[in-house]
Each structure stands twice: as C-alpha cells, then as structure tokens.
Nanobody, 128 residues
Framework: QVQLVESGGDSVQAGGSLRLSCEYS????????MAWFRQAPGKAREAVAS????????TYADSMKDRFNISLHSASRTLYLQMNDLKPEDTARYYC?????????????????????WGQGTQVTVSS
C-alpha cells in the first residue's frame, strides 16, 4: 500500500503559478510510475502528466506540456507539479496517483485505470 497526500492547491488569478506537492508513504520501486490527474465538476478525470522511475521518462498530455512541469524528488518522497500561466479552465481538483505495477507501457501511462493508489486531491481555482 502507498498513501499519497496532496497539498498546494489554492485560489489564484489567471496568469499566476502554483506548485502542487504529493508526499508518498514509501519508496517507489524503480520502474513504477506516478502521475497527476485533474477533475473539474461534471467532467471526466483527465491526465496531466506521468513520471516513471528507472529512467522510463516523463509523459505529458498534449494540452499540458507547455505550462506544466512534473518532477519527482525521491529523497523527500515528494512528487511535484509546477503550473504556470494558469487559466480559468485549469480549475479542478488535482490528484496524484501511483502505479502498483512496474514497467508501465507508454501508451497506458496517462490512463487513470493504470494507477492503483490515489490521494484525496487538492483544489485549484483560477479566476479571470
């Protein structure tokens, strides 16, 4: 079991920046993936980005890569999401997730069903 706790959500003006954090309870084995997703009211959960350990790389959803940056700091067991130039359409609850399986295929790294462990989320609200 991996416990995940997100923080850093806030209410900001459009054009602002936020850094979300996700602390996880145990070391992530090499080859596992972690990811950020978001869900706005009345909408499906959508992927933001994933990062896989063991040199397996970072994957961004196409619409996220220009303004968002995912990173992992293993020593502090923290996953980050740096969000810049925020827009009202970025308003959502942001969740971090961790896989239980290793060597996740590239084509499945942005699918919610790939991830077994989820945090409770942190709310981001962007006003115009």
């Amino acid at each position: 079991q991996v416990q995940l706790v997100e923080s850093g959500g806030d209410s900001v003006q459009a054009g602002g920046s936020l850094r979300l954090s996700c602390e996880y309870s145990k070391n992530i084995n090499s080859g596992r993936c972690m990811a950020w997703f978001r869900q706005a009211p009345g909408k499906a959960r959508e992927a933001v980005a994933s990062i896989c350990t063991g040199g397996l790389g970072i994957t961004y959803a196409d619409s996220m890569k220009d303004r968002f940056n995912i990173s992992l700091h293993s020593a502090s067991r923290t996953l980050y999401l740096q969000m810049n130039d925020l827009k009202p359409e970025d308003t959502a609850r942001y969740y971090c997730a961790a896989s239980s399986q290793l060597a996740i295929a590239l084509t499945t790294r942005l699918r919610p069903e790939t991830y077994a462990y989820w945090g409770q989320g942190t709310q981001v609200t962007v006003s115009s």
